[in-house]
């Protein structure tokens, strides 16, 4: 798997103090380059929106990369996918991307202890098959983060990653697919007549530039207090009233299934 360079941060005041170790989903779509669908099957079954299949990864994924504002040496467990799938044939999957027991570090003098990053909710997204991703937001609170010792509510705004893709078709790396296929035999031919049955892999190349945001307190002088920030690191919006940043990771899920079915990913021809 591909590493994501190291990116920009937000947060002046926690970059200082951390070890440098280098949404609703009924958002209208514009049209999209046809580049290929998800395919997905259950024998015996159709899939549709009144009929949906799960599709989750039986194995943990890893993160590569996770930058989060000015904070680096972010490490995570794992991380973990569901997927909701509403057709046998679609340019686009529903993923809610699970960050699991990810932690980052401080100095504290001659000693350095970690500190969470904590997720909510699991990311809600909109894997395109053109290589975008769009975030979503199915309710305001879902997007929040913790990062102590900063004391705002952290959110994740709905967005198309990356950002060029609000504005043009055409073909994106922000994330990658693959199809890996498993051949059966004996028993396991009556859930599996083909002979065989399909996982999806996802790997998310370049999930960077992603926007945050967090309300400033009145008053306040530092990042670490909810105070604006300005430069690089980030910026204060008047139209909305909100300090914006960025944060960005790279990763990969693998042996994505549909119990008793399969789901894959089939490039335009």
């Not at 209208?28 to 380059?33: A, D, L, M, R, S």
């Not at 949906?52 to 467990?77: P, Y």
């Not at 932690?103 to 290589?131: C, D, Q, W």
């Not at 990771?249 to 994505?256: K, S």
Request: proline share 6%.
């Amino acid at each position: 798997m591909r590493s994501l360079k190291t990116m920009g941060g937000l947060f002046a005041a926690l970059a200082m103090t951390a070890v440098v170790a280098s949404p609703a989903y009924a958002v209208k779509e514009k049209p999209k380059v046809p580049t290929g669908n998800f395919i997905a099957n259950i024998n015996g079954q159709e899939i549709s929106p009144t009929n949906k299949a799960i599709a989750k990864s039986n194995k943990e994924g890893e993160i590569e990369e996770f930058v989060f504002g000015g904070i680096h040496g972010i490490e995570c467990k794992s991380i973990s996918s569901t997927s909701e799938v509403e057709s046998e044939k679609s340019p686009d999957l529903k993923m809610d991307l699970a960050f699991n027991s990810c932690t980052y570090p401080i100095k504290a003098g001659e000693f350095t202890r970690r500190e969470p990053v904590k997720f909510k909710h699991s990311l809600h997204m909109v894997l395109h098959a053109n290589g975008s991703v769009k975030v979503v937001q199915i309710a305001e609170n879902e997007t929040e983060v913790k990062v102590p010792p900063f004391k705002c509510k952290i959110k994740i705004p709905a967005q198309e990653v990356p950002l060029a893709a609000e504005k043009k078709e055409g073909e994106f790396e922000a994330v990658e697919y693959s199809t890996e296929i498993e051949t059966v035999e004996g028993g396991k031919l009556k859930k599996y007549p083909r002979g065989f049955f399909e996982r999806l892999e996802v790997e998310f190349t370049a999930m960077k530039h992603l926007k945050m945001e967090f309300k400033p307190e009145p008053g306040a002088k530092s990042a670490a207090k909810c105070g604006d920030i300005k430069g690089e690191e980030g910026h204060f919006n008047p139209e909305t009233g909100m300090v914006e940043g960025k944060w960005g990771f790279a990763g990969f899920v693998e042996e994505i299934e549909i119990h008793g079915g399969s789901i894959g990913f089939e490039p335009a021809v």
